[in-house]
């Protein structure tokens, strides 16, 4: 379980900037220029006809490149990786947080593709499907021995088209037959609610293209259903593996502002092209009401999670509670190659305002709360996997070398606190800091 969930934030956990370079490859051939690195590469031609002409059997040449390619690139450090063209794709996808489809969460079981559960207010959802529900053709297509991208691939398309599904459900004498209309689907990268009167909560699970949109729209929902400013906002990035470092920046900059220290700046981003260097500081104009606030983290929160944290923990606007989180401080670019693959390349490490690079540290909390389990066996924080348990990862400037889903159910204030420690906690201090501030304006 360890492995799977830090493969899961290695892979998603990226300070992305999207940059379109389609002359790569031209560009890195030039580089090219002293005998040493003609010899490596004579090597490396070496090597590859060696393969080509003496392996067991006929090797495809595509394959054998794309191996290298990503070889080469995952010698550098956990997060630089080689991506496909369905793997280069599906990342835009991802990252827009909108696509052309129906609006249905896949699962597979014993190799039968089912309906994990229809998204709200989609056509798949519209239609009547129901989680449980096998899919078992798309268009006519058996699923039988098709993968979950295979059947994504076959559903996603531009919206307005059609699709139709052939479903197999419990209690049904005879297969169901859905024709659908494909539409734009967005998926949310947070979600708020009010705990009490005047104390809010809002999750982000992800920083994706809409995230800094979403976030505006949820706080202005709340302050509308709590009738007024809030006397405590409690911002949830346990958990989230980063994402857009410009959605990030604008979340920090709704509550830093002017007169805040170190000139108001939120992120800095340095690497070894001049190009890859900025620093993002906060704009002028409105912001949200001076407030309380604690921001909760854990081992799960990484890359641009902690931008948000750690700049509103160097400006003291909030309270940072919870556990260490996993210390990705390093900036990854999306750069395609003209074949329609791509490389996510580590271009950059960042920095909060005032100047502290968490790469392989971590932003440790103002006041540390560890998460309680219902299981006998509690597991220790310090056992969670970070940034500088993966191997190869980038060190500090001036470091030395370190040693040594269950679905989400709507639940009850009452209940979401009685399961969540580090939520009531969190909670708590809130509403302590707003009897003190009523105890001294009396």
């Given at each position: 379980?360890?492995?799977?969930?830090?493969?899961?934030?290695?892979?998603?956990?990226?300070?992305?900037?999207?940059?379109?370079?389609?002359?790569?490859?031209?560009?890195?051939?030039?580089?090219?220029?002293?005998?040493?690195?003609?010899?490596y590469?004579?090597?490396?031609q070496?090597?590859?006809?060696a393969?080509?002409?003496?392996?067991?059997?006929?090797?495809d040449?595509?394959?054998?490149?794309?191996g290298?390619?990503?070889?080469?690139?995952?010698?550098?450090?956990?997060?630089?990786?080689?991506?496909?063209?369905?793997?280069?794709?599906?990342?835009?996808?991802?990252?827009?947080?909108?696509?052309?489809?129906?609006?249905?969460?896949?699962?597979?079981?014993?190799?039968?593709?089912f309906?994990?559960?229809?998204?709200?207010?989609?056509?798949?959802?519209r239609?009547?499907?129901?989680?449980?529900?096998?899919?078992?053709?798309?268009?006519?297509?058996?699923?039988?021995?098709?993968?979950?991208?295979?059947?994504?691939?076959?559903?996603?398309?531009?919206?307005?088209?059609?699709?139709?599904?052939?479903?197999?459900?419990?209690?049904?004498?005879?297969?169901?037959?859905?024709?659908?209309?494909?539409?734009?689907?967005?998926?949310r990268?947070?979600?708020?609610?009010?705990?009490?009167?005047?104390?809010?909560?809002?999750?982000?699970?992800?920083?994706?293209?809409?995230?800094?949109?979403?976030?505006?729209?949820?706080?202005?929902?709340?302050?509308?259903?709590?009738?007024?400013?809030?006397?405590?906002?409690?911002?949830?990035?346990r958990?989230?593996?980063?994402?857009?470092?410009?959605?990030?920046?604008?979340?920090?900059?709704?509550?830093?502002?002017?007169?805040?220290?170190?000139?108001?700046?939120?992120?800095?981003?340095?690497?070894?092209?001049?190009?890859?260097?900025?620093?993002?500081s906060?704009?002028?104009?409105?912001?949200?009401?001076?407030?309380?606030?604690?921001?909760?983290?854990?081992g799960?929160?990484?890359?641009?999670?902690?931008?948000?944290?750690?700049?509103?923990?160097?400006?003291?606007?909030?309270v940072?509670?919870?556990?260490?989180?996993?210390?990705?401080?390093?900036?990854?670019?999306?750069?395609?190659?003209?074949?329609?693959?791509?490389?996510?390349?580590?271009?950059?490490?960042?920095?909060?305002?005032?100047?502290?690079?968490?790469?392989?540290?971590?932003?440790?909390?103002?006041i540390?709360?560890?998460?309680?389990?219902?299981?006998?066996?509690?597991?220790?924080?310090?056992?969670?996997?970070?940034?500088?348990?993966?191997?190869?990862?980038?060190?500090?400037?001036?470091?030395?070398?370190?040693?040594?889903?269950?679905?989400?159910?709507?639940?009850?204030?009452?209940?979401?606190?009685?399961?969540?420690?580090?939520?009531s906690?969190?909670?708590?201090?809130?509403?302590?800091?707003?009897?003190?501030?009523?105890?001294?304006k009396?």
């Open positions: 379980m360890p492995s799977k969930r830090l493969a899961g934030i290695a892979a998603a956990a990226a300070v992305v900037l999207v940059v379109a370079v389609l002359t790569v490859v031209p560009r890195l051939t030039k580089m090219a220029t002293t005998a040493k690195d003609t010899d590469l004579q090597l490396f070496e090597a590859y006809t393969v080509r002409t003496h392996y067991v059997e006929k090797v040449d595509k394959k054998l490149m794309q290298a390619i990503s070889g080469m690139l995952s010698a550098l450090d956990p997060h630089s990786t080689y991506l496909p063209v369905q793997d280069f794709n599906e990342m835009q996808v991802h990252i827009a947080g909108a696509f052309g489809g129906v609006g249905i969460e896949l699962g597979m079981q014993n190799g039968k593709l309906v994990n559960a229809p998204l709200e207010d989609t056509p798949a959802f239609a009547g499907i129901l989680a449980g529900d096998m899919i078992w053709k798309i268009d006519g297509h058996l699923t039988q021995g098709m993968t979950i991208n295979d059947a994504v691939s076959r559903m996603r398309g531009t919206p307005g088209t059609p699709v139709t599904l052939g479903i197999l459900r419990d209690g049904s004498p005879t297969p169901l037959k859905f024709h659908l209309v494909r539409a734009t689907i967005k998926t990268s947070l979600k708020g609610r009010l705990l009490e009167p005047g104390f809010a909560y809002i999750a982000i699970a992800e920083f994706q293209e809409r995230t800094a949109e979403d976030f505006k729209a949820a706080l202005q929902r709340l302050h509308a259903e709590n009738g007024g400013p809030f006397r405590g906002l409690i911002l949830d990035l958990y989230n593996p980063g994402g857009l470092v410009e959605q990030a920046f604008l979340v920090a900059d709704r509550f830093i502002g002017e007169g805040a220290s170190e000139n108001g700046l939120i992120v800095t981003t340095k690497g070894r092209e001049p190009s890859s260097e900025r620093s993002l906060a704009y002028m104009g409105k912001k949200e009401p001076h407030y309380p606030m604690v921001v909760l983290v854990n799960g929160s990484a890359s641009a999670s902690e931008i948000v944290a750690g700049a509103l923990q160097d400006h003291k606007r909030a940072i509670m919870g556990t260490q989180s996993f210390g990705k401080g390093s900036v990854q670019s999306i750069m395609q190659l003209r074949n329609g693959d791509g490389l996510k390349l580590t271009t950059a490490r960042y920095y909060t305002p005032s100047g502290r690079s968490i790469q392989a540290k971590g932003i440790t909390p103002d540390v709360v560890e998460m309680r389990k219902q299981a006998p066996v509690k597991k220790k924080d310090e056992d969670e996997l970070r940034e500088k348990d993966l191997d190869g990862h980038m060190l500090e400037l001036d470091d030395h070398p370190a040693k040594g889903t269950a679905k989400a159910v709507e639940l009850k204030e009452s209940e979401i606190l009685a399961k969540d420690y580090q939520l906690r969190a909670l708590e201090l809130l509403k302590g800091v707003d009897l003190m501030g009523a105890s001294l009396k």
